[in-house]
Each structure stands twice: as structure tokens, then as C-alpha cells.
């Protein structure tokens, strides 16, 4: 599914129950993070719950693969993975995901609070974008 | 009679609606929200009589440090101190610890000294002890609590001996809401010649405190949790003691004379408040501490202790829910985790039904992970809490609990 049509399946939710319920849904159909990643190396620093995060360099593109251990979070792990998934590093660069997450009605999950790790990914897989480049 | 309804009516945010709806507001234990006698006072000040304290001599400059002085004094009697004096108007509780550990610690530590901690203490009552020990050699030595979070009195006794020079200890867990018998623990320490710093920051948002009656050396607490506005903290120390520890920080008033070759430093307290004081935080702080005289220590511990009792009897009302800390003798904190439900996904649901708790380590890490945990989500109260706030929490739980069980 490319952000677009997610973008579009959003705008059929009246409350937040039906929205976080296919949100977590989609965490649940995550590509699944080999156990042997789920160390601190592998950690995303400032996030309240586990989130791992892995990236796996090709030629033009990354492709990263994460998890968490908080259920919502996988979801937003989800979408976030959607977005950025097996771009090239300058696509990656590009992207203006508080945009995103506003059209999703999802920016709630993007707040500066130390205690929200999206933030902390986000800016993690731009790193990963850099220093790829 | 204790009116929680009359007294909700001070504090202007519990009126406030989020999303059309009144927030349920259970946790005190991180912060308290300000009763309007606080937040007039303030205004009064900056409005009426502001200036920089200890510095003019003009009208302004003489009111101000006249209410900054009086503060001083609201807080002596709060702790029933002997003197004003024995009062540091610090940053907040975690200054006042840091105060201690740089001055008495560094002056008086070395190599095979014993800090002696307990289980239950949070980061501001335990990382800066392992500071002074790393730069001292001085040993950090925690003594355990039971599995339930009760103090036991045996594990600390265990743990004293000669080479203890100073127990550090909370009079209350902010994770288990254990109350710790401080008067006793006192008594066995100095038995030792150990120093004793007690950590008040919960115990003084519920119970009343009197430390000639607990004869400790030091007390940190901090305005924000004791109904006040934050940037402002209280060290208590002994005169004897803090009249000859050495400086903190360096500047402004704290001095007696400056000349280029040589500085002599004032008297306490002036000598630990280096720089402009957060006055009208302290006078502020202070006008805090009143309203909760007003209302009666007493009659805010017995409220609260009814509260604990209803709280309790309903969140065992909730699906594998397991609470965390349940001490016999414990105050209104109430840290718990549900199973198979990551706390912050819990969190999520209550702020979406306006319900306000923490959660996560609760900057008590080492604690949280000996009762097994990495992550606990916690409802505290404060004065104003009712028995609706803990209905709404339970209700919101419910939910959370019904919302990631069905999916």
C-alpha cells in the first residue's frame, strides 16, 4: 500500500478507536524483525517503549525493518516504515513526514516529548540517510 | 469537614476542558497543579512589589525581600525547623540533593566511606550519591526493600555499620508509595555517626513533617509538587552543619567581601543562594505550603487515605491487573501494569478519555526493574483528588483494556 492509498482509507474514520484500530492492525502485518536485532544496539534512543530499527543498505535505496514492544507504537512504526521504506538517501531527506502524519490525522504521535520515540526514529532513519549518501 | 468539591473550586485548570471534557488529573506525584491563592500571590508580586530581593532600598526592592524573607520562615515552619536559617532556597529538590553531595560529600568522603541508599529511591536520591562516590571512593551501598515495596527494617540495619557516613534515604516512594519510619531510621543511623538526608518530595505533598521530631541532618523537597510553582526547591540542613560546608556555586550576594585577591563568603543561608533568587517562585512556594496548612495536613493525609482505600477496592475491579507497591503502610501512588499491555499503549487510551497518569520509569529506573518491570504506568493523587477521578480512571482502564484485547 503506498501512503496515498493510506492517506485515502483514513479519511473513512469518524473516532480515534477505528483509526488506531487499523493502525495497529497494520503494525500487525509489519515485516517481522529477526529476534537476534532486538538488542541495545539496535535500539532508537528516547522512546518510551523498545523500538528497534534496522537498516539494510542497497545500491540506490534503504530498506529498514523495526518493531516495538508497545502495540500502538509498532502501528506507528508501520506507517512511518511505509513512508520511507526502499527510498533513495535523498528521497529520504526529502520527506517532509510532519506533513504526512498531519494529512493522516496522526501528528499527535510526532510531538517533541522526550517521552514519544517517533520523533527519535524519524530522525534516525534520516541519519542512516545521510551518512549513506 | 474536608470539602473536595469546595476545594477543587481554587484550581482554575481542574475547571479547564480538554475536548469539551474535565480532565481526570491523577498524577500529582510528578507534579501538583496550583490552587488560584498561589497564582494571585504571584501576580500580586510582579504586579505591586517586584524587584531584585537582597539588593535595593528602594519600596519595591525592600517589599520584595521582605516576602522572600517571610517565605523563608512559612518554610522553616512547615518542617518545624528550628530557625530560618536552616532554609536554602534552591532549583527544586534535585538542586538541594546536588548541594549536599558537592559540598558535604566531596568535604567529607573518601576512599572506604559507605553512602547508604535504599531501593525504593528515585534518580535525584541516587545518582548524585554515585557521583560523589566515583570522585571520592566512597562506596554506594543499597540495602533491599521486600517484594511487596514494605520498608524492612532488618535489610537496613544489615546494611549500617562504622563505615556508613550517610544514609540517604525517601520518607516516600513515588513509584510504591511506601512510607518510610524516618524517626526510627534516624535514631539507629546517628547510633553509627552516620549524617541522615531524607528525601520529602512526596512525603511533604500529604503529611505533615516535623524534622527536630525526626532529628535528620538534611530534607530536599521541591515548590512544584507541594502545590507551587516549579524553579523552586528547599534544602533543610542543621546550622551546625551547613555553617561550615563549603560553597556551592559562586556570584551575587552569597559573598561577605569581594576584592580581587581574596573572597569571603556570607553567612548561611546567603552562602548557598549564589545569584538573583527565584523570589517570587519562593514566595509563591511558600503561599503553596499555606493553602495546604489551611486546609490541614492532618485532614489532606485523612482524605487521601480514604481515597486510597476506594482506589485500590476498584482498580482490583480490572482484568489482570497487578499493582505494584502495597505496602501496609502506603500513601496514595499507585504504579501498576496490566498484563500483556504496554504501559505507553495504556497511557495512550487515558489521555484519549482525559485521563491524566504517567508512565515509564518514573526516574526511578533501577527500582522499577528490581520489582520486575522495565515500564509501569501510575495514578497518584493529590488533595483535590475525588472519588470521580479514580471512576474515570478505572472506566478509561476498562476500555484500554477491552480496545487491545479485542484486536
Avoid at chain 1, 529476534?35 to 539494510?56: F, H, I, R
Avoid at chain 1, 504521535?109 to 517517533?118: E, I, K, Y
Avoid at chain 2, 500571590?41 to 535595593?56: L, S, V
Avoid at chain 2, 541508599?117 to 571520592?136: D, F, G, R, Y
Wanted: aromatic letters at 10%; charged letters at 25%; proline letters at 4%.
Amino acid at each position: 500500500m503506498s501512503i496515498e492509498e493510506l492517506i485515502e482509507n483514513f479519511a473513512f474514520f469518524d473516532s480515534w478507536e477505528e483509526k488506531y484500530q487499523y493502525v495497529i492492525d497494520l503494525g500487525r502485518s509489519l515485516e517481522p524483525l529477526a529476534a537476534e536485532y532486538k538488542t541495545d544496539e539496535w535500539k532508537v534512543k528516547g522512546c518510551q517503549s523498545q523500538v528497534w530499527l534496522v537498516p539494510e543498505f542497497k545500491p540506490h535505496s534503504i530498506h529498514f525493518c523495526g518493531d516495538s514492544d508497545a502495540i500502538l507504537v509498532k502501528g506507528i512504526i508501520a506507517v512511518v516504515l511505509m513512508i520511507f521504506n526502499d527510498k533513495s538517501p535523498e528521497e529520504i531527506k526529502n520527506v517532509d513526514v510532519a506533513k504526512i502524519f498531519a494529512k493522516l490525522g496522526l501528528e499527535e504521535n510526532l510531538t517533541p516529548s522526550r517521552r514519544n520515540g517517533m520523533m527519535s526514529m524519524v530522525e534516525k532513519i534520516k541519519q542512516y540517510a545521510s551518512g549513506a549518501e | 469537614m474536608y470539602d473536595v468539591e469546595q476545594i477543587r473550586k481554587d484550581f482554575p485548570i481542574l475547571q479547564h476542558l480538554v475536548n469539551g471534557q474535565p480532565v481526570a488529573y491523577l498524577d500529582t506525584a510528578a507534579s501538583a497543579q496550583k490552587p488560584r491563592q498561589v497564582l494571585d500571590k504571584m501576580r500580586q508580586i510582579y504586579e505591586t512589589g517586584y524587584a531584585n530581593a537582597h539588593r535595593g532600598s528602594y519600596t519595591f526592592a525592600e517589599q520584595i525581600t521582605s516576602e522572600f524573607e517571610q517565605a523563608r520562615q512559612t518554610v522553616q515552619h512547615f518542617l518545624n525547623a528550628d530557625s530560618a536559617r536552616e532554609i536554602i532556597f534552591t532549583r527544586n529538590a534535585t538542586e538541594a540533593i546536588n548541594l549536599v553531595a558537592a559540598t558535604w560529600g566531596m568535604q567529607n568522603l573518601k576512599a572506604g566511606d559507605e553512602i547508604l541508599v535504599s531501593e525504593a529511591e528515585h534518580h535525584a536520591n541516587l545518582v548524585p550519591w554515585q557521583n560523589v562516590c566515583a570522585k571520592t571512593g566512597a562506596k554506594l551501598v543499597v540495602f533491599p526493600i521486600a517484594d511487596d515495596g514494605s520498608y524492612v527494617h532488618e535489610n537496613f540495619l544489615n546494611h549500617l555499620n562504622e563505615r556508613t557516613k550517610l544514609v540517604a534515604v525517601t520518607a516516600m516512594s513515588n513509584v510504591l508509595g511506601t512510607i518510610f519510619p524516618i524517626k526510627k531510621i534516624v535514631a539507629v543511623a546517628h547510633d553509627v555517626g552516620a549524617k541522615v538526608m531524607v528525601d520529602v518530595c512526596q512525603y511533604a505533598v500529604h503529611h505533615q513533617i516535623d524534622v527536630k521530631d525526626w532529628d535528620c541532618d538534611f530534607v530536599a523537597f521541591s515548590g512544584h509538587k507541594t502545590y507551587g510553582p516549579t524553579g523552586i526547591g528547599v534544602l533543610y540542613g542543621k546550622a551546625n552543619i551547613l555553617q561550615v560546608m563549603p560553597p556551592y556555586q559562586f556570584g551575587g550576594d552569597m559573598i561577605e567581601h569581594v576584592s580581587y585577591q581574596k573572597t569571603t563568603f556570607a553567612d548561611i543561608p546567603a552562602r548557598f543562594e549564589a545569584g538573583t533568587a527565584a523570589s517570587v517562585q519562593a514566595i509563591g512556594m511558600a503561599e503553596g505550603l499555606k493553602y495546604m496548612q489551611t486546609l490541614g495536613l492532618k485532614n489532606i493525609t485523612l482524605h487521601e487515605k480514604e481515597l486510597t482505600i476506594y482506589a485500590t477496592e476498584k482498580l482490583s475491579e480490572v482484568p489482570r491487573l497487578k499493582m505494584v507497591g502495597t505496602a501496609p503502610d502506603k500513601g496514595g501512588v499507585f504504579s501498576f501494569d496490566i498484563e500483556g499491555i504496554h504501559p505507553q499503549d495504556i497511557a495512550f487510551v487515558l489521555n484519549k478519555e482525559n485521563v491524566a497518569v504517567r508512565t515509564g520509569h518514573h526516574c526511578a529506573e533501577p527500582l522499577v526493574n528490581r520489582m520486575g518491570y522495565t515500564s509501569l504506568t501510575r495514578a497518584s493523587l493529590g488533595l483535590y483528588s475525588n472519588k470521580e477521578d479514580i471512576d474515570a480512571l478505572v472506566r478509561a482502564l476498562l476500555k484500554a483494556e477491552k480496545f487491545f484485547r479485542e484486536i
